[in-house]
């Protein structure tokens, strides 16, 4: 009897342990998702932006897109917020699709190039071996919002080397103007992969 007590105790005791542990990563994996939606509200702020200026380089911008991003805009308070751009924007979306389309157009210019960043999540990086104690749901949602910023990326390496081309004098016309085709195609790559990605990550906050 006495080896039967002292085996149940060993085995309520292993089970406690794995009880404690459970918990543990419950909460581990709260804090994280936690954590982790707060970087992606960040990035879905900056993508925005991004999506928002490539389209007004390329004079494209209309009141559909507008009133898609203004709800990002409005509900945005972290460090990249500026005061007064939120009542700006929201001026914005109240003008017609003539007078959006006007200052969309002032805002097209060939000759003058955009500084585009790269964009990156350095929590989500230095947590990668916590993303298991997140829901697989949580975990396919950040693997695609991962994929597609490196996307992006790629664009934007791109946009570079383009504009980087701009600086060679011994450029002929013709290539010059394939040269600048080639950099709008990146505004236009950048502005559509930023927003599907603003779109993924709002289905995750």
Aim: glycine letters at 4%.
């Amino acid at each position: 009897m006495e080896y039967i007590g002292i085996f149940f105790g060993w085995v309520l005791g292993i089970i406690s342990i794995l009880i404690t542990e459970l918990f543990r990563n419950k909460i581990k994996g709260k804090e994280t998702a936690k954590s982790v939606k707060v970087e992606l509200l960040h990035l879905r702020f900056k993508m925005a932006l991004a999506a928002y200026t490539m389209n007004s380089r390329l004079g494209v911008l209309s009141k559909e897109f507008l009133l898609w991003m203004n709800p990002i805009i409005q509900s945005y308070n972290g460090p990249e917020a500026v005061k007064g751009f939120r009542e700006a924007f929201n001026d914005l979306t109240k003008m017609d699709d003539n007078a959006i389309k006007i200052y969309s157009e002032s805002g097209k210019n060939d000759q003058i190039m955009t500084a585009i960043k790269r964009h990156s999540l350095p929590f989500f990086e230095s947590r990668v071996a916590s993303l298991s104690l997140l829901s697989e749901s949580l975990q396919l949602y950040l693997f695609e919002i991962k994929s597609r910023l490196e996307l992006i990326n790629q664009d934007v390496d791109r946009y570079w080397y383009y504009f980087e081309k701009t600086f060679d004098s011994s450029l002929s016309e013709l290539n010059n103007r394939i040269i600048i085709g080639n950099i709008n195609k990146q505004y236009h790559a950048i502005a559509d992969q930023s927003r599907i990605l603003v779109d993924t990550i709002s289905k995750v906050l």
